[in-house]
């Protein structure tokens, strides 16, 4: 693609992959260096400890050369059985997906329904996981951003849940769309598998993806009979200990990785995600000002990462995106699965500050003017008010 200058940066305001910043495009364009020579180890071994507290862990980190999909699979085949009950709680399209391939692993799951406006019911698992008296269940598995809905889950609701229910099952959580946004916890919640992706929080470009991993779950992979070979940690974890890789690592990612933490270390976790918690609000200030309704229904669920906006009945939310890509060179998230033609998504993740916001949210509103939507001006003035302190 050839950026036209009549364009100006083409706004890529989809919940991940994510705008990557200059500086990271910048380390990705280093030369590619030996993967088993001595500075690779150096690489290596630095950003497998510098990731660690994105994720709140001391414990090991794997990284893959894979989309999220791949860690989504290490995570089950690692840890689990055929046959094994795993409770999984559909909270959106990405939880239905996870569900379908625990399904073609030939795991068992049980599915706690939401409505999709809203994240992990907490007390339907405590009581399901109350109920398994014989201990079925091996596994709780929590989408803890649901990229389609922009419901966050509780996961520390989740652990204190599990542990009321005196159950033994491992905690195996995806933060593919809330990791280096909003804050996660691993080692505090006692997460067991966080499974996680490059290309949101992260800044970088898609194509690594993570697992990370408490002593309980390396522990029950020794006896997971589920077959893997190329998602095996063991070999993994063996050849991480001095900075190396099993099979080539995609260097180039590695260095962008490397850039990516420095980042995120330099502006402050804490501040990070306030700067992703102020930038959800105002947009959904615009989305209340516009008249419009969030998808998501509980304010205590509210996704900083992304906003779902649903549309007016008998409005389609497909055509208002391809005007607003038309007009305005602007791409915003699709509708998923059910949610197909009945929201847009917009994403306000990763290298992402007040005039970008301003920029997506005068995208959208000139947007629903032009296809004819049913709204009130004044979207981008309530976010302005808001991000200025006069709110
Ligand atoms: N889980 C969540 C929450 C996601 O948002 C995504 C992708 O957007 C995935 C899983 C799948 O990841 P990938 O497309 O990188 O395989």
Not at 270 to 288: G, I, S, W, Y
Request: charged letters at 20%.
């Amino acid at each position: 693609f050839t950026s036209r200058p009549e364009n100006g940066r083409h706004f890529l305001q989809i919940p991940g992959p994510t705008n990557v910043p200059d500086r990271v495009l910048r380390a990705l364009d280093n030369p590619t260096m030996d993967h088993r020579g001595p500075d690779f180890g150096v690489l290596g071994k630095r950003v497998l400890d510098k990731i660690k507290p994105v994720f709140g862990t001391t414990g090991p980190v794997v990284i893959y050369p894979a989309s999220g999909t791949g860690a989504w699979e290490a995570a089950l085949v690692n840890t689990l059985s055929p046959g094994d009950t795993v409770l999984m709680c559909e909270t959106g399209w990405f939880a239905h997906l996870w569900r379908e391939m625990a399904e073609r692993l030939a795991l068992k799951p049980r599915l706690l329904e939401t409505d999709w406006r809203r994240a992990a019911d907490v007390p339907a698992i405590e009581a399901a996981l109350r109920a398994d008296k014989g201990h079925e269940i091996k596994a709780v598995c929590v989408v803890h951003n649901e990229t389609s809905t922009g419901c966050t889950s509780r996961i520390d609701e989740v652990r204190r849940a599990m542990d009321a229910a005196g159950h033994p099952a491992l905690l195996l959580v995806d933060t593919i769309s809330s990791l280096g946004s909003i804050e996660y916890r691993h080692d505090e919640w006692r997460v067991d598998v966080t499974v996680s992706g490059s290309q949101k929080g992260l800044m970088l470009p898609p194509g690594l993806s993570f697992n990370a991993v408490s002593e309980k779950a390396l522990k029950a992979s020794e006896t997971a009979k589920l077959p893997r070979a190329f998602w095996d940690w063991k070999p993994m974890l063996a050849a991480n200990a001095t900075g190396y890789f099993p099979y080539t690592p995609a260097t180039n990612m590695l260095y962008a990785l490397d850039t990516a933490l420095d980042m995120l270390a330099e502006e402050g976790l804490p501040n990070v995600f306030a700067r992703h918690d102020r930038h959800a609000e105002a947009t959904r200030r615009a989305v209340r000002a516009w008249g419009l309704e969030v998808q998501c229904a509980e304010p205590r669920h509210y996704s900083s990462a992304l906003t779902a906006v649903r549309l007016p009945e008998g409005h389609s939310a497909n055509a208002l995106r391809a005007a607003i890509l038309e007009r305005f060179d602007m791409s915003l998230g699709n509708g998923l699965g059910r949610l197909n033609d009945r929201v847009f998504r917009i994403g306000h993740l990763g290298a992402f500050n007040d005039l970008s916001l301003l920029g997506t949210l005068g995208g959208v509103e000139m947007g629903l003017r032009v296809a004819g939507v049913p709204h009130q001006p004044g979207g981008v003035g309530a976010a302005m008010d808001y991000l200025s302190g006069n709110a």
